[in-house]
T-cell receptor, first 116, second 117 residues
């Protein structure tokens, strides 16, 4: 079946540095990918919709300059957390669907970010 | 605005028993899709079952079935013959609007299911 791969699975970084998370669709092309954020024991909150070749669409309350999204190819979207702070520590997970008719959304393994 | 409500933060069930996880939703769209995902402690999201708003029959996938009551806007997940490996967080989710690779999926708050041996 379709697989979405996310890397890294976990990362620890110092406050003030930037962290890049990659999301790849391994056996299908994804014109659209989605980035979610999940705090401990909470639900997945949609952060943004990543569109190949164009700007990402951010959900209300999500800082565009803080969470940079690049979808440069049909199989890769990246989320960069810029100038990370401890409150950015969270579980970040991406998702993609194979095509228009696909009902299932495939998720990456998630990235646990800890900012110290 | 769309909304997914899961009113059971946690449930304990005896192994081999059936369990129903509740989910209600709110949308003004006529076309929408409903999902259930399982999230074990590892964090991965495992797709369980899907129901389209125009599907007349309730979806079933092995031990999972979705009790879709459109008039009540509910989409409860039924797990038959529960197993220890079913212990996890379960999320109900909804795709807004017509089926499209670009349509967003929003999630409920989740239910933590614990299976007792």
């Amino acid at each position: 079946g379709a697989v979405v791969s996310q890397h890294p699975s976990w990362v620890i970084c110092k406050s003030g540095t930037s962290v890049k998370i990659e999301c790849r669709s391994l056996d299908f092309q994804a014109t659209t990918m989605f980035w979610y954020r999940q705090f401990p024991k909470q639900s997945l909150m949609l952060m943004a919709t990543s569109n190949e070749g164009s700007k990402a669409t951010y959900e209300q309350g999500v800082e565009k300059d803080k969470f940079l999204i690049n979808h440069a190819s049909l199989t890769l979207s990246t989320l960069t957390v810029t100038s990370a702070h401890p409150e950015d520590s969270s579980f970040y997970i991406c998702s993609a669907r194979r095509g228009v008719s696909s009902t299932e959304a495939f998720f990456g393994q998630g990235t646990r970010l800890t900012v110290v | 605005a769309q909304k997914i409500t899961q009113t059971q933060p946690g449930m304990f069930v005896q192994e081999k028993e059936a369990v129903t996880l509740d989910c209600t939703y709110d949308t003004s769209d006529q076309s929408y899709g409903l999902f259930w995902y399982k999230q074990p402690s590892s964090g991965e999201m495992i797709f369980l079952i899907y129901q389209g708003s125009y599907d007349e029959q309730n979806a079933t996938e092995g031990r999972y079935s979705l009790n879709f009551q459109k008039a009540r806007k509910s989409a409860n997940l039924v797990i038959s013959a529960s197993q220890l490996g079913d212990s996890a967080m379960y999320f109900c989710a909804m795709r807004e609007g017509r089926r499209s690779s670009a349509s967003k999926i929003i999630f409920g708050s989740g239910t933590r299911l614990s299976i007792r041996p």
